[in-house]
């Protein structure tokens, strides 16, 4: 059974750009959240989706954005960045309904801004 | 979510049992346990989950208190591998606002 697979895995922006984040969340999963991970920050929520729908959103400003398509594949877009936005990106699936809540995570997007 | 404290590191020798405590000591009743590791650069893993009871799959046991107020995750033959992060959090299922702790520090030498 394939795992969670995050595209592209590492790549280098400078200030000002966008930049979007692609996940494909296990088979039959339909639920997938995002994190950013930084040294200082820790692992932080940014939201999360279902059925193409955002259920939840963490406080990240609004240059942070996020969909989900009909075949629960997801993408993240970063816009105008930022220094600060230099970090590992997560993506994670889950059932969300019926299951018992296990998070799988995908290696993660490691995003450097110059 | 309720807070969790973990010690910040741990040693473990090749081939022996790796005791990893955790606290919650506010978790609520629908609150479940669940355990993660993370290797560096790497996404983080799921390992187990539990609720009340002790929960044991392939890769280690999680043994919950009667109170739930703590819980050991427990790999019984640890290896070089097992070399990560483990991040040990409380929450309701459907919850997906995670935030991990520092979690500890797992160094496993030969």
């Known amino acids: 059974k394939a795992g969670v697979t995050q595209t592209p895995r590492y790549l280098i922006k400078t200030r000002g750009q966008q930049v979007t984040l692609s996940c494909s969340p296990i088979?039959?999963?339909?639920?997938v959240s995002w994190y950013q991970q930084t040294p200082g920050q820790g692992l932080q929520f940014l939201f999360e989706?279902?059925?193409?729908?955002?259920?939840n959103k963490g406080n990240f400003p609004g240059r942070f954005s996020g969909r989900q398509f009909s075949n629960s594949r997801s993408e993240m877009n970063v816009s105008t960045l930022e220094l600060g936005d230099s970090a590992l990106y997560l993506c994670?699936?889950?059932?969300?309904?019926?299951?018992?809540?296990?998070?799988?995570f995908g290696e993660g997007s490691r995003l450097t801004v110059l | 979510d309720a807070k969790t404290t973990q010690p910040p590191s741990m040693d473990c020798a090749e081939g022996r049992a790796a005791n990893l405590p955790c606290n919650h000591s506010?978790?609520?009743?629908?609150?479940?346990v669940y355990w993660y590791r993370q290797i560096h650069s790497q996404g983080p893993q799921y390992i187990i989950h539990?609720?009340?009871n002790n929960e044991t799959n392939e890769m280690a046991s999680l043994i919950i208190t009667e109170d739930r107020k703590s819980s050991t995750l427990i790999l019984p033959h640890a290896t070089l591998r097992d070399t990560a992060v483990y991040y040990c959090?409380?929450?309701?299922?459907?919850?997906?606002?995670?935030?991990f702790g520092a979690g500890t520090t797992v160094t496993v030498r030969a």
């Open positions: 994670a699936s889950s059932w969300r309904t019926g299951g018992t809540g296990e998070l799988f």
């Open positions: 959090i409380v929450r309701v299922k459907d919850d997906y606002k995670l935030s």
């Open positions: 539990g609720l009340k």
């Open positions: 989706y279902f059925s193409e729908t955002q259920r």
């Open positions: 506010t978790i609520s009743g629908n609150e479940y």
């Open positions: 088979s039959g999963h339909r639920s």
